[in-house]
């Protein structure tokens, strides 16, 4: 542990233990990964608990609490965006029927950067995803991710490329330079596309919004089976969808 170190940053390092494959944690594991004390750890834990920012689960694990979810629905991203993005979320799968998508732009620097998805629509005819809402998706790969890359300017781009583009498919986008051209092409046509980037069969249409202010860049989008991927009618109905969506964000 660093010298220092105060009761905040030691909670942080807990908090951070947790992902979507570890929901929850035994404390013995929590301790090998912050590397805090056994008796520290367990005090850390017991206030954590007491606050409700952490559960106790069955075989001595833990998991985020309620009062940290509650906490985390006053963002401006719960507030402010994704409750006004609802309805028009909602009129986007009325009319395809598809899984519909939002997500930000969120990093701390270009090459650390992805998509969080802040909401999520599905019914009985999606298709199955990879995405849940409070996840991430890589920029390159994916649908929303590549709408947020084109609002990027050359400066950000130039940085983000400094980190190598990871395969999730066989079809993933890699080359800089191919990448590049599909930015440029998503500009040209308003809206950006993958193919099978992120999950095989899967095919994705997303467009960007112009900038809110107070909030991070944004992008909806659908994703689709390949063999129902139009795009050239779902990309027209998501391009609408974004302007409206952004038409109503300035006005509240």
């Known amino acids: ?25 035994a404390a013995t594991t929590l301790a090998a990964r912050t590397g805090l004390a056994t008796s520290t750890l367990h005090r850390l834990l017991a206030t954590l ?6 559960t106790r689960g069955p075989g001595h694990t833990y998991a985020i609490g309620p009062r940290l979810w509650e906490l985390g629905e006053l963002s401006p991203l719960s507030l402010r965006l994704r409750e006004t993005a609802l309805p028009h979320m909602v009129r986007l799968y009325e009319a395809t029927g ?27 005819q999606s298709i199955p995803t990879l995405s849940r809402m409070g996840g991430r998706g890589p920029l390159h790969t994916t649908g929303v991710g590549k709408a ?17 583009l990871e395969h999730e498919t066989v079809n993933s986008i890699t080359s800089e330079a191919d990448l590049r051209a599909d930015i440029a092409r998503t500009r040209a046509l308003g809206y950006a596309t993958t193919r099978e980037e992120m999950t095989l069969g899967n095919v994705s249409v997303a467009a960007a919004l112009s900038r809110v202010e107070g909030l991070p860049p944004i992008a909806l989008g ?8 139009d795009e050239r009618r779902l990309g027209p109905l998501v391009v ?5 969506l952004h038409r109503d964000l300035r006005t509240h």
């Open 1 to 25: 542990m660093a010298d220092g170190e105060g009761v905040l940053e030691r909670t942080l390092r807990v908090l951070g233990c947790f992902t979507d494959d570890e929901p929850a944690i």
């Open 49 to 54: 608990v007491a606050e409700g920012l952490l």
């Open 98 to 124: 598809e899984n519909v998508h939002l997500a930000v732009l969120d990093g701390a620097t270009p090459e650390t950067t992805s998509a969080l998805y802040v909401g999520r629509l599905t019914g009985r």
């Open 148 to 164: 947020l890359l084109a609002t990027r300017d050359e400066g950000w781009l130039r940085q983000y490329f400094r980190a190598p």
């Open 222 to 229: 659908l994703v689709v089976h390949l063999e129902r991927a």
């Open 240 to 244: 609408q969808a974004a302007a409206e």
